[in-house]
């Protein structure tokens, strides 16, 4: 059932005005629908949930990481009809793109960036010598509405710790609760099949690290192993994010700040038309993989 945004909602003014009574015997009704039982509120929000995950386990495309990259990879996949989920460690998707540069809460893009701006309905401004600037919070919240709305599912507070491997193939994901891990707790994890994996973890490059290391597999970069990132080069990092976004094992691809960390290149800071790009290329790369989504 899809409902408007807002449309059940109380405004906040009337809330408050009642919670003097609203706990008490004959406690105000303020217009919400009678019958409201906890329970049916438990239920409702568990089988809305298993419901959603469980359209997750066999999935065309797994993004890990719901950064620019990852947002933009999956909204672009899933426009296109392919299944995609988005597993995301912490409770907040959008990744590295809130806090703008150094807490200053806007991002900076190139004018090759604009159509993907466009296409998410991000608004920016001219700041001239070519740069375009966006509210990062805005940007980060466009990116998370179109994604969403296109029918990508993001799965927060889920960390990736594994990969599941099939004929020297990545065939899909390892993951728990993110508070599991924190608080190192003895629990086994669940896994979820996926007919193409996307790093997209950043500057950690995670999923390539578990391959490397725990897979011991050779990866398709010049030394066959993780490069390492570089000290920050924003032109060449730019440039290089988007030319590094590649399949770097069978079934396992790179994008945003993780291609960069594994091909060896730069970082870029604040300007993020890269990552935008990237994104953009790692969808068009495992779409033309997959094949038709039908
Ligand atoms: O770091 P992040 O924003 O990745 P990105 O899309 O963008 C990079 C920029 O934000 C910035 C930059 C701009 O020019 O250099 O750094 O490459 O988002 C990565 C997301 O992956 C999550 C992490 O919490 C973050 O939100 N993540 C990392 N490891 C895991 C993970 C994991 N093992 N499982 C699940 N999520």
């Given at each position: 059932m899809v409902v408007v945004a807002g449309r059940d909602r109380q405004p906040a003014h009337d809330m408050v005005s009642h919670t003097m009574h609203e706990c008490g015997p004959g406690a105000y009704n303020f217009g919400m629908s009678e019958g409201l039982d906890e329970v049916k509120i438990t239920r409702a929000i568990f089988?809305?949930?298993?419901?959603?995950?469980?359209?997750?386990?066999?999935?065309d495309v797994a993004v890990v990481g719901a950064g620019p990259s990852g947002l933009v990879a999956s909204y672009y996949l899933?426009?296109?009809?392919?299944?995609?989920?988005?597993f995301e460690r912490k409770l907040a998707p959008g990744g590295g793109m809130w806090g703008g540069g150094m807490m200053f809460n806007e991002i900076a893009m190139q004018h090759e960036a604009l159509a993907v701006l466009e296409e998410f309905g991000i608004a920016y401004a001219d700041a001239g010598s070519g740069l375009y600037t966006a509210d990062s919070v805005h940007a980060a919240s466009m990116l998370l509405a179109r994604a969403t709305s296109a029918g990508v599912r993001v799965f927060n507070l889920i960390s990736v710790e594994d990969v599941m491997v099939r004929q020297e193939r990545i065939a899909g994901l390892v993951i728990q609760w993110t508070p599991v891990g924190l608080a190192k707790l003895h629990v086994d994890p669940l896994t979820?099949?996926?007919?193409?994996?996307?790093?997209?973890?950043?500057?950690?490059?995670?999923?390539?690290?578990?391959?490397?290391?725990?897979?011991?597999?050779?990866?398709?970069?010049?030394?066959g192993?993780?490069?390492?990132?570089?000290?920050?080069?924003?032109?060449?990092?730019?440039?290089?994010v988007v030319e590094n976004t590649r399949e770097v094992y069978p079934g396992l691809w790179v994008m945003g700040m993780a291609a960069n960390a594994v091909f060896g290149s730069c970082r870029m800071g604040p300007v993020f038309g890269g990552m935008l790009l990237s994104g953009k290329r790692a969808a068009e790369l495992v779409a033309g993989s997959l094949g038709s989504s039908g």
């Open positions: 089988r809305a949930y298993a419901s959603k995950f469980e359209q997750s386990t066999n999935l899933a426009k296109q009809g392919f299944g995609v989920a988005i979820v099949s996926a007919r193409a994996v996307i790093d997209g973890t950043g500057h950690e490059a995670e999923v390539t690290r578990v391959v490397q290391d725990k897979f011991k597999a050779r990866l398709a970069t010049e030394t192993r993780i490069m390492d990132e570089r000290p920050m080069w924003a032109e060449r990092a730019e440039k290089e």
